[in-house]
Every structure is written in C-alpha cells, then in structure tokens.
C-alpha cells in the first residue's frame, strides 16, 4: 500500500510540474537546442556561430563543440533526439582525430586552436592554441561521458583526457596567473596570462583533479584560491558583493554561469552560491538606471554594435545591449525571470526567426536599448549555451539536478580515467622530435607493452617488452602527429608527440 501511494505521489507531482509549462518557454526551450542542430557540422563538430540570413561561414569554435556536447545530453534526456548518444560519438572522434581526413590543430601536449577549419581541422582565424577553450571541450566530452555511460564515449573520452595537459596552463599557482594561449611546443605565451577570479576556474579545476600530487601546482594553485571564494578578489555595486579578478571593475555574467554549469565545486558550494545569486541581483540592479522595462536585464556576451563582439558587464555596455540568454541562464537561482523572457518574447524584442524554414521557430538574443534598429546577424553558440542550459534547470524540464549530478566528473569519471594512468614514472623526449624519440622509465619494469599509432589511429610501431628502462624508438615514418600508449600491469599512459 505504501509503495502505491508513493508511486502515486510521484506520478502526480510530475503532472503538476508538466503542467506548469508555458507555451512561450516550451518553445524557446525548443529553439535553443535548434541553435545547435544548425551549428552543427557533418563531421560532428560544432560552428562558432549561425547567421540569421545567408551562407554560414564561421570556422569551428572547440568551445562551443563542448557546448554542444552538452546539448546533445539535454535532447536525449527531453527526447528531442533519438540518436544523440550516436551524434555524440561522432564528434568525439573528430575531437580526437579519429574521423577521415579531420585533423584538429593541438599543441604536442593536446591544446586545441580556438577555431578550426570546417573541412580540415587545421587553424582558422589565425586563431591562438586557447586553454579556456580546450577546457570547455574537455568539460562537454567529460558530461557525455557521465550522461551516457557508454564503453565507446568513454574511450574517446578517456584518450582526450589523457591527450591533454592540464597541468601545463598553470603559469604560477602562488599567484594564481593561468596562460590563455600556449605555443605550439606546449609553454604557455607569458604575455597572456589571466588572474583568479574568472572562467579560467575551469581551466584550474580540470588541472587540480589531473593532478594525483597534494603538493602539485594545480594543487596548490587550487586550495590557494579557489577551493573558497573567500581567498578571491570581490568588488560591490549598491552594496551587493560579487566575484571578480580586481576590486575595481565587474565580468560579464556568462562567467559566473560558465563556472555554475562546468565546474561541480561551484554548482554545489553554498559560498560560491552565494555569490552567484549576488551576480544575477547586481546585473538586475544596474540596469534599473535606465529607462527600460524591470523585466530587460542581462549583461553577456555576444554580436555587439560598435565592436563585432563584446562582453558587457556593469559599468561597461558601450551599445547598451540586453542579454536574454543571460536571463535564463540565471534559472537555478531565480526560476521566477521566466516570466522575464515571457515578457520580452511578447514585447517584440531581441525575438529572431531561425533559418529553418519555419517562421515560428523564434529565438531570444541580443538587442539594444540606445538603438532599437540594430540587429545582429549571427547567434553565437558560447554564449547562446546559458540559455538552453538554464532553461533546462527549470522544475517542469530537467531541474537543477541534472547539471549537479552530470557535471560531478570527479571522482565518478576519474574512477574510469584513473584506470588508464599509472604512477610509475616513464618520460619521453625530445617533443617536438626528428627521427627518434627517448622513451625513460624511473626504474626497470617488467611486462611493457608499447604501442604508437599515427593521428589517424594507423598502426605504427608495437612491442612487448620484459625488463626495460630506457628506450630509443626510431619514428621515421610520417610526419605530424603521434600517440604513444604505454600498457603495464593492466593499466595505460598515452602520450603525444609531434614530429618537425
């Protein structure tokens, strides 16, 4: 009898929840997914951006790929898609350069450029080898991975991982400086450094749990600053205290929701809670200057008047610019601003048509208050991402669990990833190489396998070994890139190595 009435319980109150759903937010709900869909490209990755009207042109962004990994979780789990766990795979093997042809442009230690060539992979933009994007990457490939619970998701997932050192973006972990940009050896660009507090909490994340080193620098860099917003810079607006990297100037909100929907710590920290509501309470509170209805707020990121792209905070909106996905993207902590977008989608503006063919496929971005004719002619995948994720928080949708429970990569996800490392020391130098490289092991080890493929999974050289200490592995064949996996006692390190 109790297990009935429980199972009745539960049946009614997701009717309740169903039945609070608004026409309005179903379908912009629905349309924010679609961004994606029209973003995506055949090989799996993702376009920075699609234009309202006319032939798309924007490279692949790695970032928003990341994104779209995400949203590929969220159309399976509200059955827009019925093959997105098939999707997903697809663009884990061109992240990783297991897809004919696609050759994604890294660093020798797995940083990826931030934008790529659509048809090669190769750089586009003159983009820069980026560690924020990189991570974003890493965090949506790292999402499928929980959300699916697939042998082969896991295994791309596993090998990006593995691919990648996160441990390399940390220039100092006593100040707490992180490289935006590295060169193509792996070293960091000294001139393009960012300080706590920001997104790059990600980048810091990542690094502190690749880490198995208490005293590691992304250990130390972590506990100094980030393991409690206490030990972060603040600045206030009308007495609301909000996270920043200096105390006299604000961040745009997408940074604050970034860390909220990409960083576990962050989504379940009362502290850092705390201040995120202080950062949607401080964006509202600033636009309440202006003459603009209380329901326009949202200061983000995105297609801008006077630049081609900027990221708007308190005190700095030169175009005045309301960001909606900002909005939404605050729904964890303030379910109630649907009502917000509600209103703004019946007011006309910031509302856009799709180019789907379908007039009533409408989004919500970008609009100005100082120039009501501007309209954008792109929506960016990044920064449109807070909308559909925030949305999805909503009670009569997802809830809030769903970002807490998938986004927890640690130490569910390193159970996996940890058992393809292992503790014994080995080495290989020189990277970048010519004909060989040097592979050093910290003392002599029996039962060694050694495999090296070529970037596009070809097999290139493999041996077994008994007793062995030290290596010189001749790789004349080919040229670009390598992946040398080393097996012992049942467990795997990879590396990569570019050939000059």
Not at 229 to 244: A, E, F, H, K, R
Not at 435 to 441: A, Q, S
Request: with cysteine.
């Amino acid at each position: 009898m109790k297990k009935q009435l429980l199972i009745l319980v539960v049946v009614l109150c997701s009717y309740l929840a169903h039945s609070q759903t608004n026409s309005i937010i179903d379908s912009l709900y629905r349309n924010s997914y679609k961004v994606f869909e029209l973003q995506r490209l055949s090989n799996g990755m993702y376009r920075d951006s699609k234009l309202f009207t006319g032939s798309d042109y924007h490279p692949i962004s790695v970032s928003n790929t990341g994104m779209g990994l995400i949203s590929l979780c969220i159309a399976d789990a509200m059955n827009w898609s019925i093959n997105a766990k098939d999707l997903a795979l697809s663009t884990l093997k061109s992240a990783t350069g297991h897809t004919r042809n696609f050759t994604p442009d890294r660093t020798y230690n797995g940083y990826f450029r931030h934008f790529l060539d659509t048809n090669t992979g190769q750089q586009a933009w003159n983009s820069e080898y980026s560690t924020i994007d990189t991570d974003i990457l890493m965090c949506g490939a790292l999402f499928c991975m929980n959300y699916f619970q697939d042998d082969s998701i896991s295994h791309y997932v596993t090998e990006l991982w593995n691919s990648i050192d996160f441990e390399a973006a940390i220039m100092s972990s006593s100040t707490g400086q992180i490289f935006l940009t590295m060169n193509a050896n792996g070293t960091g660009v000294v001139n393009s450094l960012t300080s706590p507090y920001n997104e790059y909490m990600i980048v810091a994340w990542l690094a502190k749990n690749s880490s198995n080193y208490p005293n590691s620098p992304a250990n130390v860099l972590w506990n100094n600053f980030y393991s409690s917003p206490d030990s972060l810079p603040t600045v206030s607006y009308n007495g609301i205290n909000v996270l920043s990297d200096n105390a006299s100037s604000f961040l745009s909100s997408f940074t604050h929701q970034f860390n909220y929907y990409l960083c576990n710590h962050f989504t379940t920290s009362p502290n850092y809670l705390d201040f995120f509501n202080n950062s949607q309470m401080a964006d509202s509170a600033w636009w309440n200057n202006f003459n603009n209805y209380q329901f326009e707020w949202g200061l983000g990121a995105g297609s801008a008047i006077t630049n081609s792209y900027h990221a708007d905070a308190i005190n700095n909106n030169p175009d005045m610019i309301f960001s909606p996905h900002i909005i939404a993207g605050y729904m964890p902590i303030n379910p109630n601003s649907k009502n917000d977008l509600i209103n703004i989608w019946n007011s006309g503006n910031g509302k856009y048509p799709l180019p789907t063919g379908n007039n009533n496929n409408h989004i919500l971005w970008r609009y100005s208050l100082s120039d009501t004719t501007w309209i954008p002619n792109e929506i960016i995948g990044i920064d449109h991402s807070t909308m559909l994720f925030g949305l999805s928080t909503l009670p009569e949708y997802l809830g809030n669990s769903f970002f807490s429970t998938y986004n927890d990569f640690f130490p569910l996800t390193s159970q996996i990833i940890s058992n393809s490392n292992f503790e014994i020391g080995v080495n290989i130098y020189p990277n970048p190489f010519i004909d060989y490289v040097i592979i050093e092991f910290d003392n002599e080890y029996n039962d060694v396998y050694i495999r090296v493929d070529d970037i596009t999974g070809r097999l290139i050289y493999s041996k077994q070994f008994r007793n062995i200490e030290t290596l010189k592995l001749a790789l004349e064949e080919g040229n670009g890139i390598f992946i040398v996996n080393i097996f012992c006692d049942g467990k795997t390190k990879t590396f990569r190595l570019c050939k000059q």
